[in-house]
C-alpha cells in the first residue's frame, strides 16, 4: 500500500505546473488521474537520463512497463537512473530520483483502484511508453552537443509521424481522462455524441503536446532532435540542421506557421471538450480551461517570437497566468462569459 504521501508531496515536486490542474480535479477521480501521471513521469524520467546509454533505459523501460502490466515478476530497481539525475541547488533530493527510488510504491498503488480503473492506467501507460520507446529509437540521444556544432539533426520524416507521436505521449491522455471522468463522475450523462467527445479529447492532448513541442524546438535542436517533418522543410528547400541558425526563421515560418495552425485547431477542439463536459462538473471544466487557455497565449508568443533562437526562452509570464486562472474562476457560473474566454490564437 503507497504511503500517504506518494500521490500528494511526490507528486506534487514531480508534476510541477500540472499539479494545480490535478488538485482541481474532483475526488473520485484525482487519485487515477495523478497516480497515471506520476508513473508516466517514472518512465518520463527514464527516457530523459541522457547520462544512461540508451539501450540501458530502453531496457528500463521495458521493465518498468510490464512490471505496471503485470507481466513481471519480481521488484524493479534503478538505482543506476536514479542516481544520474541532477543534482538539486541547495542540497536535497531531487523529486525523480526519489520517484524512481519509490517506484515500487507507485506500482503497488494501482492495487488502491478497481479493476476498470486499472485497466485504463495500464492502456495509457502502455501507449505512453510505446512513444517514449519509439522516440529513443528514431534519434538514439546522445551526449549534448557543443553549443557551437549540433551533429546530424535528426527528424521525424511526415507529418503522420508527427500526428502518431503526439497521440502516443498525449492525444491517448485524453482519452484515459474522458473514460475515467465519464465512470466515475457522470456515468448516466447521455452526450449527443459522445465518440465525437471522445476524438475531441484526443486532440485537446494531442495540442497540448504540440504546443510544447513548437516552444521547445532550440533545446531540442541543441539535443540533435527536430520533430518537425523533413518532408515539410524539403518543400522549402531546407534540412533539419538548417534549423540551428536562427538566421533562418524567415524561411522556416511557413512551416512553423502552418504547425502553429494545427495547434490552434487541436486546443479549439480542446475547447469545444471542455465546454461540452456536464455544466455541473465545474471543477473538470477548470482543469481542462487552464492547460488550453496558457497554451493558447504561448501559441500567440510563438508568433511573434523569434523561435529559433536558443537564447529567448518563449514563455506566458506568470502574471499572465494568475490572471487566466481568476478569470476562468470568476466566469465560470455565466456560461457566455465562459465560451467567450478562449479565442483562437
Known sequence: MASTDLLTNLLRDVSRSFYLTLRVLPAPVRR????????ARATDTIADTALVPV??????????????QGTRGGAVSFDELAKAQPAVPGGGLHAERMLLERIEEAVAALTLFT???????????????????LDLRRFEVREEPTPSKVAGVRSLRTMEELDDYTYRVAGCVGEFWTKTCRAHLYPKHRFQD????????????????????????????????????????????????DLTDPRNEARFRPVFDALLDLASGHLAAGWRYT????????????????????????????????????????KVP???????????VATLPFRTKWERLFKPA
Open 32 to 39: 487515477q488521474i495523478g497516480l497515471a501521471y506520476l508513473l
Open 318 to 328: 506568470k502574471t499572465r497566468v494568475r490572471m487566466i486562472l481568476l478569470e476562468s
Open 55 to 68: 539501450e540501458r533505459r530502453l531496457s528500463a523501460l521495458d521493465e518498468l512497463r510490464r512490471r505496471i
Open 115 to 133: 479493476p476498470d480503473d486499472q485497466r485504463l492506467i495500464r492502456e495509457v501507460l502502455e501507449t505512453i511508453t510505446s512513444g517514449q520507446e
Open 275 to 314: 465546454c461540452t463536459n456536464p455544466s455541473n462538473q465545474r471543477r473538470v471544466r477548470l482543469a481542462c480551461a487552464w492547460p488550453i487557455l496558457i497554451g493558447t497565449e504561448t501559441l500567440r508568443l510563438l508568433r511573434t517570437g523569434r523561435v529559433l533562437d536558443p537564447s529567448n526562452r518563449i
Open 194 to 241: 459522445y465518440a465525437g467527445f471522445l476524438a475531441d479529447g484526443v486532440r485537446f492532448g494531442k495540442g497540448l503536446q504540440l504546443v510544447n513541442i513548437l516552444r521547445d524546438l532550440p533545446r531540442d535542436l541543441k539535443q540533435g532532435r527536430c520533430y518537425i517533418p523533413s518532408d515539410e522543410l524539403l518543400k522549402l528547400g531546407m534540412t533539419p540542421d
